[in-house]
């Protein structure tokens, strides 16, 4: 027995010391003026540190943030992938945000911390800011058209998830529920109703999804770069496998889509009535542009499928929070009730669900979404660049940071600031909505610290406030997912009674994912037609 722990003892040493030696020859210096956090006068300390952030959950990134970035100092913190970055304080981000692609690269992070050389390595990113401009500016000018389509089916699948029966309840998993309600609605208003309504292309996608997400989380986040390589291409089948598959329903869609855009625009006798989505948006874009004639189908068809990723995996996990977050807030705020009753003097008529209009009068909604997003972020490492510059990059407090660092922010740090959040550990959905606005409420959650000035809207970001980003490459669809959210809520909160937990079902990190319970259920009821606003069945 003694000799098999020896063994053991003398193999984790020379297995430590193999990984140190690696770590040391292969991974950026940073600079000696930059303090770590989680790093111990131990031997293979550096290792160490980043073995352990497996199971330090905040506790490293809220004790960094307190000790140096509160003080507008960086620091460095350890990573399960053994990429060591540098944390930058609220001070320096609007300047790090800024910087052109060639010195601070996102899509470098993005290629290596969702393991996208791996999994997707097929991507094309050409034209990719014609693509994007149609998903910022194109559904907004939109808006008036969109929204009436995005509703009924958004309706139709509450209804059948949620039931039609006022008298039973329905125990509802709120993850799936919102990942059909997602998945549909958003590919309505992407790809029209051939794909939101094809059963096998929304199953295909959806473990597509699946695969891509749980591969980029282990083999970006939690895999240390020297058997990436072999775990990554292990990973990427599954992704492939759902990719072509998704490709086989999407390709075709998008194959004509151009054509038929091509022969109206070389012959204007053609009939040049479009479908008004997104693919739309995204051909007259392209086929107006310079490069026009090298975007091929495929390329904007793979573009578009890990696009619709981003913007549904976002969308799901938010809206299954803000459910948790509503239904296990303390009983006498009457969180469900003030929503309901400030939803039901705005959607007083049919019409009003499809007047984008509607969505500008819900401030208390508003917030609760957007305080959500505060708490539980989806990403907790935030606007992640790779210095690209072969001289560095010298940092505003002048620490230079060599080719080849990793900076960021963390969200979880600066949403938990109490000089930016008043009792920031708490959740207080009516956070963000001024306090004459709520000054008639019979019961609001803790005003302290409410803002006098106009209330920021879901989709506002700045230094304080990083859920989607910050700078260029913040979320382009974060405009559509905010809408999007708007509606969901309206509607369910009008339209169902919830029953309320008593202890809300706990996220889990997965790497910088932050992702509530896909398992836990709610208890749904349709409220009677004509009903009067009784709120939640406490």
């Known amino acids: 027995m003694a000799s098999v722990l ?11 010391s193999v990984y140190s030696f690696l770590h040391w020859l292969l991974s950026t210096k940073l600079p000696a ?17 980043n073995l352990r952030e497996y199971t330090a959950g905040f506790r490293t990134i809220r004790e960094g943030y307190s000790k140096y970035n509160k003080h507008d100092r960086p620091f460095v913190i350890p990573d399960p992938s053994f990429q060591e970055q540098v944390m930058l304080p609220t001070s320096q981000l609007q300047w790090f945000s800024t910087q052109p692609d060639s010195r601070l690269s996102e899509r470098m992070v993005k290629s290596k911390r969702f393991a996208f050389r791996y999994l997707a390595a097929t991507l094309n990113y050409h034209n990719e800011e014609l693509v994007m401009a149609a998903i910022r500016k194109d559904f907004l000018r939109n808006l008036p058209n969109v929204q009436p389509i995005l509703f009924e089916d958004m309706k139709r699948s509450i209804d059948q998830l949620f039931g039609l029966s006022t008298k039973e309840w329905t125990d509802v998993c709120m993850w799936k529920a919102m990942e059909n309600v997602i998945l549909s609605s958003t590919n309505r208003i992407f790809f029209g109703p051939e794909l939101s309504e094809n059963e096998e292309y929304i199953r295909f996608s959806a473990w597509f999804a699946f695969w891509l997400g749980l591969g980029g989380v282990v083999v970006g986040s939690l895999i240390p770069s020297i058997i990436r390589p072999i775990v990554g291409y292990m990973a990427a089948v599954p992704v492939y496998h759902f990719r072509n598959k998704s490709l086989r329903y999407l390709g075709p869609l998008v194959a004509r889509r151009m054509e038929e855009m091509k022969r109206h625009k070389s012959d204007n006798s053609v009939d040049s009535k479009m479908p008004n989505d ?28 890990f696009f619709t990723l981003g913007a549904t995996h976002t969308t799901i996990t938010t809206s299954t929070n803000i459910m948790f977050d509503m239904l296990s807030s303390p009983r006498e705020w009457r969180v469900y009730e003030n929503l309901r009753e400030e939803i039901e003097s705005v959607f007083t008529t049919p019409d009003a669900w499809y007047n984008p209009a509607s969505l500008k009068q819900l401030p208390k909604t508003e917030s609760t979404i957007r305080e959500t997003l505060r708490v539980n972020p989806v990403i907790t490492r935030v606007v992640m660049r790779e210095v690209m510059a072969p001289d560095g990059v010298t940092l505003p407090d002048g620490n230079h940071l060599p080719q080849g660092a990793w900076a960021g922010a963390t969200a979880m740090g600066v949403h938990g600031d109490e000089n930016l959040y008043p009792n920031p550990d708490q959740y207080q959905p009516f956070r963000f909505v001024p306090k004459l606005a709520s000054s008639n409420s019979s019961t609001d959650v803790s005003k302290e610290g409410l803002p006098e ?85 406490y």
Request: glycine letters at 6%; charged letters at 20%; hydrophobic letters at 45%.
């Open 33 to 49: 003026s930059l303090p770590w956090i989680g790093l111990r006068d131990e031997i293979f300390s550096s290792v160490r540190a």
């Open 278 to 305: 997104l693919v739309t948006w995204i051909m007259e874009r392209v086929l107006s542009s310079d490069d026009g004639a090298t975007s091929t189908p495929a390329i904007i068809s793979e573009q578009l499928l």
């Open 453 to 537: 000035r106009k209330p920021p809207s879901i989709a506002t970001i700045n230094e304080n406030f990083l859920s989607f980003g910050l700078g260029r490459h913040a979320c382009p669809g974060r405009f559509f997912v905010a809408h999007q959210m708007k509606l969901l809520f309206a509607y369910i909160i009008m339209n169902y009674d919830v029953q309320p937990f008593d202890h809300r079902p706990q996220n889990k990190i997965y790497g910088d994912s932050y992702v509530p319970s896909q398992t836990a259920t709610i208890r749904v009821r349709r409220r009677e037609p004509g009903y009067s606003s009784t709120g939640v069945a």
């Open 6 to 16: 020896i063994f053991n003892l003398v193999l984790l040493a020379a297995i430590l």
